[in-house]
C-alpha cells in the first residue's frame, strides 16, 4: 500500500460525457501528480500541483482540468470523452514541489469510454 | 526538456540468470534517476533511485548504475525469479524539470 488513495478504482462511460478522478496524497505529501498510461503505452505525465497551486503541466489536453483542494486532495476532470481517452490514469505524491524526488502512486483509475 | 531512452523493450532470462536495463538521458543538468516496477494491472512501484551524486546503489538482488559523463544509467537484476517479471520504467529529473520516464522494458523470467 503506497498511502496514495484514488477512486473509482473503474469508471465505464460514453463518449461526449465527463467523469471526475480523484486522488489523496500520502500523509504528509504536499505535491499531486497525475499521468495516462495507454494500453501497452508509458506514462504520460498530464499535470502537478503543490499546496493547491498548479505546479507543472505536461500532456493535458485543453478538455482535461485539474485542481487541488485545501485538504490537498486532487481532482482530475475529463470532458467530451473520446474513445481515444481510454486509459489507466494513475497519481502520485511527493513530499514538496521539487521533481527531484520519489513519488509514490496509487492504483489508478481505469477509465473506459464505450 | 529531458528525453529518456530505454532499452531493450523487451528481455526474455531463463531463472537465476541476471537482467539488464540500460536507459539514456538528455539533459546534463538531470540529478534524480528512480526505477519503477510495474505487473500487469498494477500500479508503478518505486523500487530504487539513485542521485547524481553517487554512482552506484544496491538494495538485495536490485542494483543501479549511473554514468553521469555518458548520461545512462542502468538497473540490474541478479538471481531472477518468476516474481521479478514485470514492466520496468526508468526515469529522470531534475530539480525543476518534471519526472520524464522511459518507454518500458517487459522482463519475463521462464522458469
Known amino acids: 500500500d503506497s498511502g496514495v488513495t484514488q477512486t473509482p478504482k473503474h469508471l465505464i462511460t460514453a463518449t461526449g460525457q465527463r467523469v471526475t478522478l480523484r486522488c489523496s496524497p500520502r500523509s504528509g505529501d504536499l505535491s499531486v501528480y497525475w499521468y495516462q498510461q495507454s494500453l501497452d503505452q508509458g506514462l504520460q505525465f498530464l499535470i502537478q500541483y503543490y499546496n493547491g497551486e498548479e505546479r507543472a503541466k505536461g500532456n493535458i489536453l485543453e478538455r482535461f482540468s485539474a485542481q487541488q483542494f485545501p485538504d490537498l486532495h486532487s481532482e482530475l476532470n475529463l470532458s467530451s470523452l473520446e474513445l481515444g481517452d481510454s486509459a489507466l490514469y494513475f497519481c502520485a505524491s511527493s513530499k514538496d514541489s521539487n521533481s527531484n524526488q520519489p513519488q509514490h502512486f496509487g492504483d489508478g483509475t481505469r477509465l473506459s469510454i464505450l | 526538456g529531458e528525453n529518456v531512452e530505454q532499452h531493450p523493450s523487451t528481455l526474455s532470462v531463463q531463472e537465476g540468470d541476471s537482467a539488464v536495463i540500460k536507459c539514456t538521458y538528455s539533459?546534463?543538468?538531470?540529478?534524480?534517476f528512480p526505477w519503477y516496477k510495474q505487473e500487469l494491472g498494477k500500479r508503478p512501484q518505486l523500487i530504487i533511485d539513485i542521485r547524481s551524486n553517487v554512482g552506484e546503489k544496491k538494495d538485495q538482488r536490485i542494483a543501479v548504475t549511473l554514468n553521469k559523463t555518458a548520461k545512462h544509467f542502468s538497473l540490474h537484476i541478479t538471481e531472477t525469479q518468476p516474481e521479478d517479471s514485470a514492466v520496468y520504467f526508468c526515469a529522470a529529473s531534475s530539480f525543476r524539470d518534471k519526472l520524464s520516464f522511459g518507454a518500458g522494458t517487459t522482463v519475463t523470467v521462464r522458469a
Open positions: 539533459d546534463s543538468a538531470s540529478n534524480y
